[in-house]
T-cell receptor, first 117, second 110 residues
Framework: DTGVSQDPRHKITKRGQNVTFRCDPI?????LYWYRQTLGQGPEFLTY????????KSRLLSDRFSAERPKGSFSTLEIQRTEQGDSAMYLC???????????????FGPGTRLLVL | AQRVTQPEKLLSVFKGAPVELKCNYS??????LFWYVQYSRQRLQLLLR??SRESIKGFTADLNKGETSFHLKKPFAQEEDSAMYYC????????????FGAGTRLAVHP
């Protein structure tokens, strides 16, 4: 177990509903990443936090998506007015430790699988 | 544009055969390359990174900057190696975000 946890593991929702996912990084590491993975593809970067600051957002993150990390520990990813195209696995990642060299590595959580009906 | 290409969606071999999973990248700077593995019903796991120059579970990968490749190799495949393998590039645009290839499914048959 790499220590990154995500909740819930599965979410089924109807189109138009809002959903929120949570990620707890390893040892409350200051770096936290969100990715999305659709069927047959590798993960795609969504956004990056350093402490509570959201420093980078992908073009994939439309205005229906919002991510927060209010205290620099856990993070939430909210999707408003979900669409069927939002169905995917949402992954969270963080480095395993603050040791030199480890900060360039990302360990992944189990993901939240979203299905929009 | 930064990109990672894994040309094979599926690689099927018999147990004991050599394996080479191909990965090519495009990146103008000094990349850092990784291989991740995802076994059935498990999370994505780091297999190895080029900077470590180590062998994990018998797998090795050498960064070839001239050919912009980072192929993953193992001399003798085992059934437990069956999984999805993803090549990833870091260093594009800062903050160490990862750019992944589409993945290759390795199937090792008895």
């Amino acid at each position: 177990d790499t220590g990154v946890s995500q909740d819930p593991r599965h979410k089924i929702t109807k189109r138009g509903q809002n959903v929120t996912f949570r990620c707890d990084p390893i040892s409350e590491h200051n770096r936290l990443y969100w990715y999305r993975q659709t069927l047959g593809q590798g993960p795609e970067f969504l956004t990056y936090f350093q402490n509570e600051a959201q420093l980078e957002k992908s073009r994939l993150l439309s205005d229906r998506f919002s991510a927060e990390r209010p205290k620099g520990s856990f993070s939430t990813l909210e999707i408003q007015r979900t669409e069927q195209g939002d169905s995917a696995m949402y992954l969270c990642a963080s480095p395993p430790s603050f040791r030199p060299g480890d900060e360039e590595t990302q360990y992944f959580g189990p993901g939240t699988r979203l299905l929009v009906l | 544009a930064q990109r990672v290409t894994q040309p094979e969606k599926l690689l099927s071999v018999f147990k004991g055969a050599p394996v080479e999973l191909k990965c090519n990248y495009s990146y103008s700077g000094s990349p850092e390359l990784f291989w991740y593995v995802q076994y059935s019903r498990q999370r994505l796991q780091l297999l190895l990174r080029h900077i470590s120059r180590e062998s994990i579970k018998g797998f090795t990968a050498d960064l070839n900057k001239g050919e912009t490749s980072f192929h993953l190799k193992k001399p003798f495949a085992q059934e437990e190696d069956s999984a999805m393998y993803y090549c990833a590039l870091s260093g594009a645009g800062g903050y160490n975000k990862l750019i992944f290839g589409a993945g290759t499914r390795l199937a090792v048959h008895p």
